[in-house]
């Protein structure tokens, strides 16, 4: 088991940037995929990046694709979203999880074993 603990949400201003960083308080990342999910009031939680273990190519949703980038530091035990060109749509509470998934469930929460409390990013004028 790991324990994941998320930083650095806040509230930003359209068009601008935040990064958020997620590390181990107990266990390490070793093995596991890592992710990052959102979920916005009223709505389910949603896919948007996800890196393996032993590959350090992310994978991303459509919507933040080209404006978002995940990276992983597997000596310390922490991953990162930088996140670009901010939208209103983009506010969300945004978690980081991590899993022993395959590569056809990475998109899916249910392939998340450990999960971290949430960071809220509200993206407003």
């Known amino acids: 088991q790991v324990q994941l603990v998320e930083s650095g949400g806040g509230l930003v201003l359209p068009g601008t940037s935040l990064r958020l960083s997620c590390a181990a308080s107990?266990?390490?990342?070793?093995?596991?995929?890592m992710a990052w999910f959102r979920q916005a009031p009223g709505k389910e939680r949603e896919f948007i990046a996800a890196?393996?273990?032993?590959?350090?190519?992310?994978y991303y949703s459509d919507s933040v694709k080209g404006r978002f980038t995940m990276s992983r530091d597997n000596p310390k035990n922490t991953v990162y979203l930088q996140m670009n060109s901010l939208k209103p749509e983009d506010t969300a509470v945004y978690y980081c999880?991590?899993?022993?998934?395959?590569?056809?469930?990475?998109?899916?929460?249910?392939?998340?074993?450990?999960w971290g409390q949430g960071t809220q990013v509200t993206v407003s004028s």
């Open positions: 999880a991590a899993g022993r998934t395959i590569l056809s469930t990475l998109h899916s929460a249910r392939a998340y074993t450990n």
């Open positions: 107990e266990g390490s990342f070793s093995g596991y995929t």
């Open positions: 890196i393996r273990w032993g590959n350090s190519n992310p």
